[in-house]
């Protein structure tokens, strides 16, 4: 049998962005459940530069090179039968299970059907392959443990990231009262996207600023360990902290949570049938996603430099071809 090879950026070592290069690696073959997808374009995660510098899921990598990239969107090749409910030439999304499997910074990727969803009608590749990891961490955070309401008070921690935009969306759909901190530059921008209260923590108090909230939700990826503890130190007697996947409890708390607050942290699976019905809050208008950036395939390193300049409003994305 005759293999045949595609173009990707990989990893041959651990490290920095650097590590990122464009080679050409055998075209996965598809196996069971799994469909075959041709990438349209790749978004960029902080889980993406956790496992490039060697952390947290990269213990899963047992060989060289390796292609990383969970989200992505695509078009269906090969499905697993004939009568499988999705179609060569279907437009796709969704999250691939990296380093189990190969990632999205390539031109092909074999991704588990139970992984995948149509694309949302309206938009475009680029825009859709900023949804699927990110939404779905924010759509567990805030519906399935928060259980977003209104009268509900939200303070969501790193607004303007990935996770964060889209958390602030989702809270405010189910009428929340949502408070969300980022950078002085994103203030207004989250407004627009539903919060009622912004707050850059860096150049204001929290404490003097905000009244007790019922919910915090920590999506920064800043490190910023004293923004952290002030927000936590925030939540009611009876309330809840949530950490995402980037955030964390501070290590350095200068203040904590009140007795009897709930703290729980919370990783998103990559769940086709969720980013289904998250596809009809986009088509609906309801939820948008926002990308800050786009890179070519051969800048993919270029994209993790850029992600981990900090600072990101939304998402970054690698458009595999031009006018996607």
């Known amino acids: 049998m005759v293999t045949e090879f595609m173009t990707a950026a990989v990893i041959e070592r651990f490290g920095g962005p650097d590590a990122l290069t464009i080679a050409q690696v055998p075209r996965p073959d598809r196996l069971n459940d799994e469909v075959l997808v041709e990438i349209h374009a790749a978004g960029v995660d902080p889980f993406d530069a956790s ?8 213990v899963a990598i047992d060989r060289f090179p390796a292609v990383l990239g969970c989200d992505f969107s695509g ?3 090969e499905t697993p039968y004939a009568a499988h409910s ?9 999250v691939i299970p990296v380093p189990r499997y190969a990632g999205s910074y390539a031109e092909y990727a074999s991704v588990p059907s139970l992984c995948i969803a149509p694309k949302p009608v309206g938009l475009s590749h680029v825009e859709a392959a900023a949804v699927p990891l990110a939404a779905l961490t924010a759509w567990g955070i805030v519906t399935t443990l928060a259980k977003a309401h209104e009268r509900q008070r939200v303070l969501i921690h790193g ?5 964060g935009h889209f958390a602030v969306q989702f809270a405010a759909y189910f009428g929340a009262h949502v408070i969300a901190t980022a950078s002085a530059r994103n203030l207004e921008w989250l407004r627009g996207l ?11 108090s ?5 009244d007790p909230v019922d919910v915090v939700i920590d999506l920064s990826d800043d ?3 004293l923004a952290r503890s002030r927000a936590l130190a925030l939540v009611r007697s009876n309330g809840l902290v949530v950490s995402g996947p980037t955030g964390s409890l501070p290590t350095r708390q200068t203040q904590s949570p009140p007795t009897g607050a709930r703290t729980t942290a919370y990783h998103a699976s990559p769940d086709g049938a969720t980013l289904a ?12 996603p926002h990308v800050d950036e786009i890179f070519g395939l051969p800048d993919a390193s270029a994209a993790h430099a850029r992600l981990e300049s900090g600072d990101v409003r939304g998402k970054l994305v690698i458009a595999h071809q031009k006018g996607e």
């Open 51 to 58: 496992a490039r510098a060697g952390q947290g899921s990269a």
């Open 223 to 225: 490190g910023d360990d």
């Open 75 to 77: 078009t269906v090749v």
């Open 194 to 204: 539903g919060a009622r209260e912004t707050i850059d923590p860096v150049s204001a």
């Open 159 to 163: 607004g303007e990231t990935g996770a």
């Open 277 to 288: 019905v998250i596809s009809r809050l986009l088509e609906q208008g309801s939820v948008r």
């Open 86 to 94: 999705l179609r060569p030439g279907d437009a796709v999304y969704g």
């Open 206 to 210: 929290l404490e003097r600023e905000l």
